[in-house]
């Protein structure tokens, strides 16, 4: 038998492989929010490589950041009892990024149901060549007092999110 012939090894199924694949974040409105990163050594491990946690704190500045340029500052959030959460979040990563190199976190409001706000993310290089993750976030409104899942997001909150979505 040639080496042609011969058939690869079957690899175990790695945990990954349950994450669905997503051929191109879909949205109701295509403005993103793009927010410059640049990876510090504190951002990165040894090899000088981003640590993978690295990846959320930068997606949930642009978050803090998007909602701040629509009007809604989280200081005011938390001021009015509201929190937003992460209930789902899912990630891919495609490239690592290496010490020293500068990014765009890009941020996306897909659409807000209720207490709950959806998120598209996209990291890549600033010249937009090479995608680095790509992720989905949801957000639930809850009540800081109670600990509780809001029946409805703040008026003026849930205001502005559907002025950008429909935007």
């Known amino acids: 038998m040639t080496d042609r012939e011969k058939q690869p090894p079957q690899l175990p199924k790695l945990p990954t492989s349950a994450i669905e694949t997503d ?3 879909q949205a109701k409105t295509q403005r993103w929010f793009e927010y410059p990163v640049k990876a510090q050594p504190h951002h990165t491990d040894y090899a000088g490589i981003v640590w993978h946690g690295t990846y959320l704190t930068w997606m949930e500045e642009a978050r803090v950041e998007y909602l701040r340029s629509i009007g809604i ?18 990630l891919r990563y495609h490239l690592p990024i290496h010490l020293g190199v500068s990014a ?25 060549q090479e995608l680095f993750l790509t992720g ?3 957000l639930v409104g809850v009540d800081r007092e109670q600990g509780k899942i809001m029946r409805q997001l703040p008026s003026q909150v849930q205001d502005a999110l559907v002025k950008h979505i429909t935007a």
């Not at 500052?73 to 899912?90: K, N, T």
Request: glycine share 6%; proline share 4%.
């Open 104 to 128: 765009i976190v890009k941020a996306r409001l897909v659409e807000s149901n209720g207490v709950r706000i959806n998120w598209d993310y996209e990291i890549c290089s600033c010249d937009q």
């Open 73 to 90: 500052e989280f200081a005011d959030l938390v001021a009015m009892g509201c929190d937003l959460p992460v209930v789902e979040l899912s």
């Open 23 to 25: 051929p191109g974040l």
């Open 136 to 138: 989905k976030v949801v």
